[in-house]
């Protein structure tokens, strides 16, 4: 893989957080951004990055117009004595929930064939839809004081072959941290050279950011309390607490003991959760714990993701804390 | 300057098309678009794109929910069998209008300082006001069939060093025009290696592509009929139709032959649109036109910009034609 890193592990990046389609948006009503729980998810982004430094006041960095309203909410003629927020430094990735599928599914687009007039069309219906849900989160995370930057994939130069990622460039990514942002990524339809197109997903976007920027923890933000043994609707359905990954990249559940603790990998098959993308997820977060960084699988706008945010887990995990970790176990 | 460009000069860029920002939104209006200016440019920059080929039906691209509508307008189903429209290669960029202005200018992003907070919110405010217009352009020129994919130079890994470019990686803009995509980029709030930050406009970014690029043509779609003697509001403001640009960068009126010949000079001092820009955008096409590179400045949405945009005027201008045309001269 080609890339373009100027000494990016000097950075001493904090997190990345994952905001799971399925937490802010209505999976079932299209293009529909769930309001409630993406106000709260900044609110908690927000506590979470001004950990340890003066509590000041909320600078909104959203100055557009409301949709409906003719006037610009600005209240900025006082901050000229205002003194800096220290952020801690966070990258941000969000997966396209009930934006962008419609269009992808619709035309193919993760099947390539760009000389399709459909899939031609469908790449950029399917990108317009994406950017439009970017866009919305970063004002979202803007209103609350989050100093957040926009950034498609498609747009810094990520190129994939055979759905694998084939170049990534970081290095604005890397700049726009260095400057004080927050950098905001999507899952996005990508160019490829081997089939045309493709759709890459933000759970791999993740993996490549982390395994390049070495977070000090990552957590997914998703609808349900974090991995289950079986779709999580089902009234038996167990939530695994702790998952330890190995070296060679296999993974057992350690937390809660399970009987039947001889067929530990039976899991990943096992594994689910109400969108079916569970399994995706714990793949890709085997492969960043695997890295030596702590993942934290947990419901988006509760005190467990709060928690998660926070970064406390990494020392002491409380017995009500409800999640699921994973972590790398020699 | 650092450059990333593989190859680029063999690719055959047709046109390079700026949306001026008093065009296509209402500039005395907050944040609001020119509807009915931006769909007769979209519709005129189709026809100057397919021109040549069968004309087939429209693919609308922008399969999202139309604000206000709870529906997607989505008529993909009969496109299986339709022919591959083959559209000429062109790039837009357009400015900001009445986005981005107001907290810009509120913040004073242009003048750097991102260590205070009023311009750190204001470059986060900014980018969020020209990334949300450029959506809604993207939108507009999907809509009418054109393979749109917006891209903001922040995102493509633009930087400054004192307001000057000093990189610009144009890989990933000429791999989208060599995917069959038109790139959509727009003037944009960048991070600067002395100021910190800095505004860079739609113009400067015209001039570095046209460079890199070499169109065939440029057109500056504009609010007014092209460029004046004297503001085009003054009742004795004459319209420039030629100016002709020397190997030295000069330029001088060859089209109307004006009385005080001898002062060809000091035009550049007394022309002016109605926003005061005209004379970066003299300045700009100037450069561009040393390159060898025709420049017509001509009101949007005209039977002037329909002809500007065909590139019929490269070899004759009707004398009803009104515009300005700035050309390399020996």
Known sequence: MELNLPEIRSRSIRCIVKLGGAAITHKNELE??????????ACQLRQAMIEGSVTSKVIGMDWSKRSGSSEISCDVDDL??????????????????????????KSG???????????????????ISVT????????????EGIPTIGMSPFSCGWLTSNRDVASADLSTVAKTIDSGFVPVLHG?????NILGCTILSGDVIIRHLADHLKPEYVVFLTDVLGVYDRPPIEPDAVLLKEIAVGEDGSWKVVNPVLENTDKKVDYSVAAHDTTGGMETKISEAAMIAKLGIDVYIVKAATTHSQRALSGDLRDYVPEDWLGTIIRFSK
Chains 1, 2 share one sequence.
């Open 32 to 41: 529909k951004i769930h309001d409630e729980n993406l106000e709260i998810v």
């Open 80 to 105: 000229g004595d205002q003194e800096s927020t220290e952020f801690s430094k966070f990258v941000v990735v969000h997966g396209a929930g009930s934006f962008g599928h419609f269009q992808a599914s």
């Open 109 to 127: 687009v993760h099947k390539g064939g760009l000389e399709k007039p459909i899939v031609k069309a469908g790449f950029v219906a399917t990108r």
């Open 132 to 143: 439009n849900l970017n866009l919305e989160i970063v004002r979202a995370l803007a209103r």
């Open 188 to 192: 996005d339809a990508l160019l490829d």
